[in-house]
């Protein structure tokens, strides 16, 4: 059963670092999304993406964040100068089409210290 | 903008029993898609069932069904005949229709901790 998939399970870094976050959709999905938990609470919007180029976003992805798909499978976010606060589980998800159910990948903790 | 709402931090279940846990959500579209996520210690979010909110008829998946008022704007999961493995964190969540210009994005409500005691 096809699925999306995340690289790595988990990443440690230091404040200020830069981090890439990876992922796999599903090959003939069509939208692509990050969301993040902060241990212990919901899962919230981050960044959705489309054709190319981002079709929504929160007000959590700031200059601080960006997304590319740099081929034809990966969709990757990036955090430039991490904070604290980034420690969280990102979860990248896709969907056939945009009303279609989500699937999501098994997360990456990020922690920064 | 909408907001999901699940008052249930915490339920718990004796094995093959049935639980319900409880959502409500608030929006001022009519045509949208309620979905229930379960994440078990893996935190891996993986889908139970969804509903059209243009549909009459409950969603149902094997052990799992919804009861769908959409005029109170609720959207609650029976889980029947529980299972150790039911044991999760369940979460609602609320997209838009985007037929009607709406958002991509889902919306989360907060989660219920549903532990199975065997």
């Known amino acids: 059963e096809p699925e999306v998939t995340q690289t790595p399970s988990h990443q440690v870094t230091q404040m200020g670092q830069e981090v890439i976050l990876r992922c796999v959709p599903i090959s003939n999905h069509l939208y692509f999304y990050w969301y993040r938990q902060i241990l212990g609470q919901k899962v919230e919007f981050l960044v959705s993406?489309?054709?190319?180029?981002?079709?929504?976003k929160s007000e959590i992805f700031d200059d601080q964040f960006s997304v590319e798909r740099p081929d034809g499978s990966n969709f990757t976010l990036k955090i430039r100068s991490t904070k604290l606060e980034d420690s969280a589980m990102y979860f990248c998800?896709?969907?056939?089409?945009?009303?279609?159910?989500?699937?999501f990948g098994q997360g990456t903790r990020l922690t920064v210290v | 903008a909408q907001t999901v709402t699940q008052s249930q931090p915490e339920m718990s279940v004796q094995e093959a029993e049935t639980v319900t846990l409880s959502c409500t959500y608030d929006?001022?579209?009519?045509?949208?898609?309620l979905f229930w996520y379960k994440q078990p210690p893996s935190r891996q979010m993986i889908l139970v069932i969804r509903?059209?909110?243009?549909?009459?008829q409950n969603a149902t998946e094997n052990r799992f069904s919804v009861n769908f008022q959409k005029a109170a704007k609720s959207f609650s999961l029976k889980i029947s005949d529980s299972q150790l493995g039911d044991a999760a964190m369940y979460f609602c969540a609320y997209r838009s229709a985007l037929t009607q210009g709406g958002s991509e994005k889902l919306v989360f409500g907060k989660g219920t901790k549903l532990t199975v005691n065997p």
């Open positions: 929006t001022s579209e009519s045509d949208y898609y």
């Open positions: 998800a896709s969907s056939q089409q945009g009303w279609t159910e989500a699937f």
């Open positions: 993406f489309y054709n190319n180029e981002i079709s929504e």
């Open positions: 509903q059209e909110a243009y549909k009459q």
